[in-house]
C-alpha cells in the first residue's frame, strides 16, 4: 500500500493524526468533521484516508482508534527511525533534546561535532556527543540511515558527504544552504530562513498598504 | 519591486545570499556558476536574481558586493522584523536563543508562557519570558507583528487568537497541527512532522528495495 502515498498526502498525514489525538474520546468521526476542523474539501479528506486505512464505515465515519493505529502504521511511527545528528550548537542541541520526536517515529541516538569542547554526554538531553572520526563506525554498527545536519552552511556539504559514505540514505538539513547528495539519497531541507523570507515579505506589504 | 516577486523565488533569495556570502572573496560571479553551485538552471537563477538586482554586467557577471546588498534589502535584513515567541519549552527557549536568526533579519524580542516557573530572565538567551497576559500591551506598545507559535498542538489555535487580536500580521507556527487565522493574516508552518513523514517513507521504500 506504501507506495500508493503521494508526497502530499504524506505529508498531511501527520496533521490527520494530531487531529485524531486531541478528539481520542470520541467514538466515531466523519470525513466532513475533518475536513472543517482542518480547513480542506470532504474529498480530499475521503482520498487521502482511503490510501491508508479501511477504517471508514458508511453514515459512521472513520472508527477512531482504527484510524489512529492505521495512520501510526502509514507515517512508521510503530517503528521509529534511528538518526545521527552532526552539529551540537544550540540548534543541534535543542533538537537533540526535543522530546516531541518520539511521537513522531525519531530517534536520535547521538550527536557529533567537530569541537571537543561539545563531546561528551549532553546535560539537557542527556545524548553522547562524539567527535566526527566516530561517525563512520557508529553509523555501520546500528544500521543508522538518517543523518540531521545543524552545521553552519559552509560545512553542510562536506557533512552530508561524511553522513552519505556512512551509510545514511536520508538527511534532514537545517543549515541554510543547498546541498547535494546521490539521487537515491533524500535530502529534506529545513530551511527557516526561506519561511522568514516569505513572513518578512508579508508583513511588508501589509503595512505598506496600511500607511 | 517588492510584489513582483513569487513565492518561488522569495524562498530561494536566502539560499543564493548564503552562497554570496561564503563566496565574498570574489568580486564577480556568473549566473552560470550559481546554477551549477545550487543545482538550477541558468535561466531560473537569471530569472530570480533580475526581479530584485540590476547588479549584472554582460560578459562579467554579478558584482557580488553589490547583488549581496540588493538580496539582503529584497529580503528586509536591513531592517528586522520584532516578534514574540509563546511556548518556552524546550524548542522554544531553543528559538529564543538561536543567534542565526538575526543573520536572517528576525530579532525575537520575548517570550511568553503559561507555568509561573518559566518566567523571568531565560538563562541560555537573556531574554525576557512573561507571563500571557501581558502578551497584548507588549505587542502594542513595540508594534510587534509577528508571533512565534511553539506551544503543544492543543493550545496552539489559542494561542494563535491571541496574537492575532494583539495585533499579529503573521505567524510561524512550529507547533505541529492546523491552525486557522483571517484571510489578511499568513500562517507558516513550520512542521517537522510532515518533513520526517517524507523522509520515513523514503527508508522504508529504500530498505524494501534491497531487501
Chains 1, 2 share one sequence.
Not at 507515517?75 to 535543542?94: E, I, K, S, T, W
Not at 546535560?123 to 562524539?130: F, L, P, T
Request: aromatic fraction near 6%.
Amino acid at each position: 500500500m506504501l507506495e500508493k502515498i503521494s508526497l502530499q498526502t504524506l505529508q498531511r498525514l501527520p496533521v490527520y493524526l494530531e487531529l485524531l489525538r486531541q478528539d481520542a474520546a470520541s467514538d466515531n468521526i466523519s470525513a466532513n468533521r475533518i475536513a472543517e476542523e482542518l480547513g480542506l474539501t470532504e474529498i480530499q479528506v475521503r482520498k487521502d484516508l482511503a490510501a491508508v486505512s479501511d477504517a471508514g464505515r458508511p453514515k459512521k465515519g472513520f472508527v477512531v482508534t482504527d484510524l489512529i493505529a492505521d495512520l501510526e502504521r502509514a507515517l512508521g511511527y510503530d517503528n521509529a527511525d534511528d538518526a545521527v545528528l552532526v552539529g551540537a550548537g544550540r540548534l543541534g542541541r535543542a533538537l537533540l533534546s526535543y522530546a516531541g520526536f518520539q511521537r513522531y517515529g525519531l530517534n536520535i541516538v547521538a550527536g557529533f561535532d567537530t569541537n571537543p569542547r561539545a563531546w561528551g554526554q549532553d546535560e539537557v538531553s542527556g545524548k553522547m556527543i562524539y567527535a566526527m572520526d566516530k561517525l563512520d563506525d557508529l553509523c555501520r554498527r546500528l544500521s543508522v540511515h538518517m543523518g540531521i545536519i545543524t552545521v553552519p552552511a559552509p560545512v553542510a556539504q562536506c557533512v552530508c558527504d561524511e553522513l552519505v559514505g556512512a551509510g545514511c540514505r536520508a538527511i534532514w538539513n537545517f543549515a541554510p544552504t543547498h546541498i547535494r547528495a546521490p539521487g537515491n539519497i533524500l535530502i529534506k531541507n529545513e530551511n527557516m530562513a526561506s519561511s522568514l523570507a516569505l513572513i518578512s515579505h508579508h508583513l511588508r506589504r501589509n503595512l505598506e498598504e496600511e500607511a
